[in-house]
């Protein structure tokens, strides 16, 4: 005896006890009522009980049937309530997004676009995951991640959230003192430089724009991070010349805490882009990417 036989013949059974009769029960469910009446049946041979007492006149339960009816009424009711549970998480943005990013863009573009789900989407519940390694984000189990566009993996939806970033080159007051002003790039040798380590361990070459074309620059320093945060921090206690997202810095340039240099070779970056492995998102992850999108 299987399960399914098991629901399918007590589902039925339901019916003919709510409906007064076999008759009633057929036509409320557009079947034969002979095939009610055998599925029935063959419920109680299998059960080795009497369920039903059948007169000409009327139906009605024995003790096993109402002791059977009312435990299948109220295990049917719960799964009833549990799959409206289901339609009500599929239609209303509900439940936790998990997204994996960079501190930078946590700081400067999720926190300061989703604030507002605070009041307007109580139930959506955020885990933001800083880390400036590029993940496998299906195989640990995030629902999306936020990345550079050229660092978005492939067969991967991508959607924008950010324009194309400007890169800049800047130092503490103190580094210039010491190492002087380069005026090109090639004068970046005679510097020590912050480097980026990226996932695999290879180190981001800085690429700048010298007529028209790009060269890059191998930093060498004492100092690898893989968070540009971290770079704009130890550029600000003098370890070396960074080269990081110049929104990264804008307050510190303003005060005269970093110094700016060869702005007129830095590159624009693209931006950045949340991107997920399938178009079929839940609610609450939809809400989230329209939030996000420029």
Request: glycine share 8%; charged share 20%; aromatic share 8%.
């Amino acid at each position: 005896m299987t399960k399914r036989e098991n629901y399918n013949e007590l589902w039925l059974f339901l019916q003919v006890v709510r409906e007064g009769s076999f008759t009633a029960a057929a036509r409320r469910l557009g079947l034969a009522q002979s095939g009610i009446s055998r599925s029935v049946r063959e419920l109680e041979e299998r059960l080795g009980v009497q369920l039903l007492v059948r007169t000409t006149r009327r139906l009605s339960l024995t003790q096993a049937g109402e002791q059977l009816y009312q435990t299948a009424e109220s295990g049917f009711d719960a799964l009833d309530a549990g799959l409206a549970t289901l339609a009500h998480y599929r239609t209303t943005p509900s439940g936790t997004v998990r997204i994996n990013a960079s501190q930078h863009a946590i700081d400067k573009v999720l926190l300061p676009k989703l604030a507002v789900l605070k009041q307007h989407y109580p139930d959506i519940r955020l885990e933001l995951i800083g880390e400036g390694r590029f993940v496998d984000i299906i195989a640990e189990r995030f629902d999306a991640g936020v990345r550079l566009g050229p660092e978005v993996a492939q067969g991967m939806v991508a959607v924008r959230i950010t324009p194309d970033m400007a890169m800049a080159v800047v130092g503490s007051p103190e580094h210039f003192l010491r190492y002087g002003f380069p005026q090109a790039p090639a004068d970046l040798a005679s510097h020590p430089c912050i480097a980026y380590q990226f996932a695999d361990g290879s180190l981001y070459p800085w690429e700048l724009i010298q007529d028209d074309k790009t060269v890059t620059h191998r930093p060498q320093g004492q100092w690898v991070f893989a968070d540009s945060y971290m770079e704009a921090n130890a550029a600000r206690l003098g370890l070396g010349l960074a080269y990081v997202p110049e929104e990264l810095v804008v307050d510190d340039l303003q005060s005269g805490t970093l110094i700016r240099v060869l702005q007129r070779y830095s590159q624009r970056l693209e931006g950045s882009f949340i991107y997920y492995p399938h178009r079929n998102v839940s609610p609450a992850l939809r809400v989230v990417i329209d939030l996000l999108k420029v």
